[in-house]
């Protein structure tokens, strides 16, 4: 019987150790010294990685928040992240127009890819094994990561320098954003546009909505809008006002939308009428980069202020 009870107990506190309580108030991740441009969480919610001007980036148990490693090395500043969904690897790009591939089991560095632009956003497939490095050399390029490593990536071209982009979860559509506020569509397979839109100025942003059937855009100057990602028709429920963005993240179940400003707020919006729900955090900064942790209870938010803040995501806005 006191076997059994002792087991039990072992059971508790095992348990505990690896489920900590719920984020019940907001949380700043210290470590970075200078403004922080990315941050991503793997797909099984364990780990999050964060980037930024300090060319550091720093991974952390999402679970305990604690910081698991720094990796270094990088030439300047960390300006993209990426998982695979199996979180085998962590794709890392930066100003120097590298991309460094780490396997996160051993942390060592498995391949260096080099790219003519500085990296502003990478991609995997959802298989893991093409990855997409949009760059300010006007172009993504699609790396086939079992090919040889000097084989030539697929381009897909653009006028101007590519700020933003998103893969559907099929991975049929790459949707990409320019510096000159073009919203294009390119059907993977053929590397050929299916449609284009101009929204503004630069796009800074993109997030797709309800299942893929729609697209949220964030440019410079203008505001947030959303699109029908099969036809590219501008979405007229989605209402914003005079929203701006610098930053997207979709919440749980796709109801609503987070939106960083560049003022420094963070603000939870309705995804399909785009109605303003609330203000859930504020920097000191513009906010840069935003994911979801923890099945969208947590938001995780980053700014020029040098921080990544943790804020609980309240119930009726998930």
């Excluded at 999402?62 to 500043?77: P, V």
């Excluded at 086939?144 to 933003?164: C, N």
């Excluded at 099929?170 to 990409?176: G, I, K, N, R």
């Excluded at 590219?232 to 930053?247: K, T, V």
Aim: hydrophobic share 40%; charged share 25%.
């Amino acid at each position: 019987m006191s076997t059994m009870l002792a087991l039990v107990v072992s059971l508790a506190l095992a348990s505990a150790a690896e489920d900590p309580k719920p984020l019940a108030e907001p949380l700043v991740l210290e470590g970075h010294t200078r403004a922080v441009l990315c941050v991503v969480a793997s797909p099984n919610g364990e780990l999050l990685a964060t980037g930024g001007e300090d060319a550091v980036v720093r991974v952390f148990d999402a679970r305990s928040r604690a910081l698991s490693r720094t990796l270094e090395g990088n030439d300047g500043d960390v300006t993209a992240l990426a998982f695979k969904r199996d979180e085998s690897m962590l794709a890392v790009g930066d100003y120097y127009k590298k991309v460094r591939l780490w396997d996160t089991a051993t942390w060592e560095r498995k391949r260096t890819i080099e790219v003519p632009g500085i990296v502003t956003a990478l991609a995997f497939s959802s298989d893991g094994k093409v990855l997409y490095v949009a760059d300010k050399d006007n172009a993504v390029r699609r790396f086939e990561l079992d090919a040889a490593e000097d084989a030539k990536p697929r381009v897909f071209q653009h006028s101007f320098e590519v700020s933003a982009m998103v893969l559907s979860a099929d991975d049929a559509t790459l949707f990409t954003g320019d510096g000159a506020g073009t919203l294009t569509a390119w059907d993977t397979k053929s590397g050929e546009a299916n449609w284009f839109r101009t929204h503004g100025t630069q796009v800074v942003a993109l997030a797709t909505l309800d299942k893929g059937s729609s697209i949220a855009c964030a440019s410079l100057g203008v505001p947030l809008a959303t699109y029908d990602t099969e036809s590219g028709d501008r979405n007229s429920r989605f209402q914003a006002g005079e929203l701006e963005g610098s930053a997207l993240a979709v919440g749980k179940d796709e109801k609503t939308l987070f939106v960083g400003l560049r003022e420094g707020p963070v603000h939870v919006l309705d995804a399909l009428s785009g109605k303003d729900l609330r203000t859930i955090a504020t920097h000191d900064g513009i906010v840069t980069a935003l994911c979801p942790l923890g099945g969208g209870d947590v938001l995780v938010s980053a700014s020029r202020d040098a921080s990544v803040r943790l804020t609980p995501v309240p119930t009726e806005t998930r």
